[in-house]
């Protein structure tokens, strides 16, 4: 069993940045994908970021290519996701997830919600202008 907890959503204005943290108890990140997803009210959850651990590799969503940054420490067994250049559009609930990695598989299996068994409860990103 892995218990995820999120932290670090809160209100910045459009431009500004926000560092979202994962930490993980109950198993260690090391042989799992972890993902982002956020939430906008009335939309569907969408991908956002996946951090395979065991080769390091990340994707993105296209809305967030080139401003977010997802990032491990391994030793606090802490997924991270620095936000830059928020937008308005980027407000949502945040959650992050986790998936046993299967190595053989493409990194697109991590797009998608149902390939993940361990979710947090969400934190709220707001940005104004």
């Known amino acids: 069993q892995v218990r995820l907890v999120e932290s670090g959503g809160g209100l910045v204005q459009v431009g500004g940045s926000l560092r979202l943290s994962c930490a993980a108890s109950?198993?260690?990140?090391?042989?799992?994908?972890v993902g982002w997803f956020r939430q906008a009210p009335g939309k569907d959850r969408e991908f956002v970021a996946a951090?395979?651990?065991?080769?390091?590799?990340?994707s993105y969503g296209d809305s967030v290519k080139g401003r977010f940054t997802i990032s491990g420490n391994n030793a606090k067994n802490t997924v991270y996701l620095q936000m830059n250049s928020l937008k308005l559009e980027d407000t949502a609930v945040y959650y992050c997830?986790?998936?046993?990695?299967?190595?053989?598989?493409?990194?697109?299996?991590?797009?998608?919600?149902?390939?993940?068994?361990?979710w947090g409860q969400g934190t709220q990103v707001s940005v104004s202008s």
């Open positions: 951090l395979r651990w065991s080769g390091g590799s990340t």
């Open positions: 109950g198993r260690t990140f090391s042989t799992y994908a």
């Open positions: 997830a986790a998936a046993y990695d299967f190595t053989t598989l493409s990194a697109s299996y991590y797009y998608r919600q149902s390939s993940y068994a361990y």
